[in-house]
C-alpha cells in the first residue's frame, strides 16, 4: 500500500519556525511533483506550496512567500516544508500530497479519488 505520512507540527509562538516532513512508503517519490495543502477549521483547503521531481521548480501561495521553502530528498523518499516567521493564520492541518499533474499546473483541479493521494496531515499551532 502506498502511504504518505506527515510529521513535525506542533505549537509554535508568532515569529517562530517549525521543519514539517513527509515520508512516502510503499512507492517512491522520484518522479512525482508533490506539494503541501493545508486546511483550517471551517475554513477551505489552501495550496501552500508544489515542488517538481528532482525539484527543479517550486511555487509557492503568495500567503507563504518568502517565509517557507518546501525542498525534498528522494534519497530518504522525504519532502519537506521549512516554515519560518510563522503567524495565527498559518494555524492549519498540513497535509503533503503526491501530484497528479506537474506544478505548472498547481494548484491542482480536484478529483474523485484524490484521497488516496493525501497523506493523514500534521497540526500546526502559531499561538503565544
Known amino acids: 500500500q502506498m502511504h504518505l505520512v506527515e510529521s513535525g507540527g506542533g505549537l509554535v509562538q508568532p515569529g517562530g519556525s517549525l521543519r514539517l516532513s513527509c515520508t512516502a512508503s510503499?512507492?517512491?517519490?522520484?518522479?512525482?511533483?508533490m506539494a503541501w495543502y493545508r486546511q483550517a477549521p471551517g475554513k477551505g483547503r489552501e495550496g501552500v506550496s508544489c515542488i517538481s521531481p528532482r525539484g527543479g521548480r517550486t511555487k509557492y501561495a503568495d500567503s507563504v512567500k518568502g517565509r517557507f521553502i518546501v525542498s525534498r530528498d528522494d534519497t530518504e523518499n522525504t519532502i519537506y516544508l521549512q516554515m519560518s516567521s510563522l503567524r495565527p493564520e498559518d494555524t492549519a492541518t498540513y497535509h503533503c500530497v503526491r501530484g497528479w499533474a506537474p506544478c505548472s499546473d498547481w494548484p491542482w483541479a480536484p478529483r474523485s479519488d484524490e484521497s488516496d493521494y493525501w497523506g493523514q496531515g500534521t497540526q500546526v499551532t502559531v499561538s503565544s
Open positions: 510503499g512507492y517512491t517519490l522520484d518522479y512525482f511533483s
